[in-house]
């Protein structure tokens, strides 16, 4: 008798089972939250909001943008490291958070490669080489034959992590030695090299191409992978240097441990996102390229080999920031 009321209850579970929608069905029955890493205002700000209001429209379900900023997005990165993996909190991580956080630090809060499911690549912050515009070199080619030529009297302003690893891996690419300058922003670097203070410089293609544009400075070459849609004239260093892409981007990741069929739904969503003319046009005019993944999986690979890149150089010249 027991056992005939066992069979009972477990044929009656695995009918309601089949008769239950999946998550990935219901999936988003309630708002979704995008924490974003940086104070308000900001690029990363505006891609936020904007992919929050059109995946709002997309998904049926509010998206709500919370601002978490602090310790190079190492509080926003934790808090979702932590949160549950249900697709409903989400994070815009950046190059710095996934792919270099865990080199520059000896100790991290999270772990990127193991916390978070990637979703889709979705942005990229240009930025550039720069040169004063007496510099007499006109392309990466040109810098790099001045360089080696006049060893370590080039100076190159650096004012974040990433303009000072990619500085070192041209050095190492390109076999010369240009000599650091660190500046506290982008706003003090540029007037420095438009002063003739420094040479050279790491600056987003946002405000250095109104610069270029009116020849007060040289864009040498781009330090991403792609040329910019916005002024396809300009290079990459890639072009002189095969294998060069130190751009910085912008991406959602969720918790590890996400439903791939959820993660797919977002991916999917994203996509569309980024293909909207409206959100195209307001990312260029603040200087974001908006772009797209192939897929997760493709995304996940991209972050392995932009790892691999960062890691060599950060070892190399022996960065910490703790």
Do not use: H
Request: glycine share 8%; with cysteine.
């Amino acid at each position: 008798m027991v056992n005939a009321v066992c069979r009972i209850l477990i044929a009656a579970v695995a009918l309601l089972a089949l008769a239950l929608p999946s998550a990935a069905e219901t999936y988003p029955a309630r708002s979704i939250t995008l924490i974003v890493p940086f104070a308000p205002g900001g690029p990363a700000d505006v891609l936020g909001r904007l992919i929050g209001q059109k995946m709002s429209e997309d998904l049926g379900q509010q998206v709500i943008i919370d601002n978490r900023p602090g310790a190079n997005t190492i509080i926003g990165a934790q808090f979702v490291a932590k949160s549950r993996p249900d697709g409903y909190t989400l994070l815009l991580a950046i190059d710095g958070t996934l792919v270099m956080n865990p080199f520059l630090y000896s100790k991290l809060s999270y772990d990127p490669f193991k916390d978070f499911e990637p979703v889709a690549l979705v942005a990229e912050v240009p930025s550039v080489l720069e040169a004063n515009i007496k510099v007499p070199a006109n392309n990466v080619k040109e810098l790099i034959e001045l360089a080696k030529a006049q060893p370590g009297k080039l100076n190159v302003g650096v004012s974040t992590p990433t303009s000072q690893v990619t500085a070192s891996l041209f050095n190492m690419m390109a076999g010369v030695n240009l000599t650091q300058v660190p500046y506290k922003g982008g706003t003090t670097q540029i007037t420095g090299i438009l002063a003739g203070d420094i040479e050279l410089g790491m600056e987003s293609a946002n405000v250095a191409i109104p610069l270029w544009q009116e020849k007060k400075i040289k864009i040498l070459a781009l330090t991403g992978g792609n040329r910019l849609s916005i002024a396809p004239e300009i290079p990459t260093v890639a072009e002189t240097l095969p294998g060069f892409d130190l751009g910085i981007w912008q991406s959602v990741v969720a918790p590890a441990g996400t439903p791939k069929e959820i993660v797919d739904k977002l991916y999917a969503s994203l996509a569309k996102v980024m293909a909207n003319d409206e959100v195209k046009k307001k990312l260029l005019a603040v200087g974001i390229e908006p772009t797209i993944s192939k897929s997760p999986d493709d995304f996940a690979a991209f972050i392995k080999a932009q790892a691999a890149t960062r890691e060599k150089v950060i070892k190399a010249v022996g960065m910490k920031l703790d």
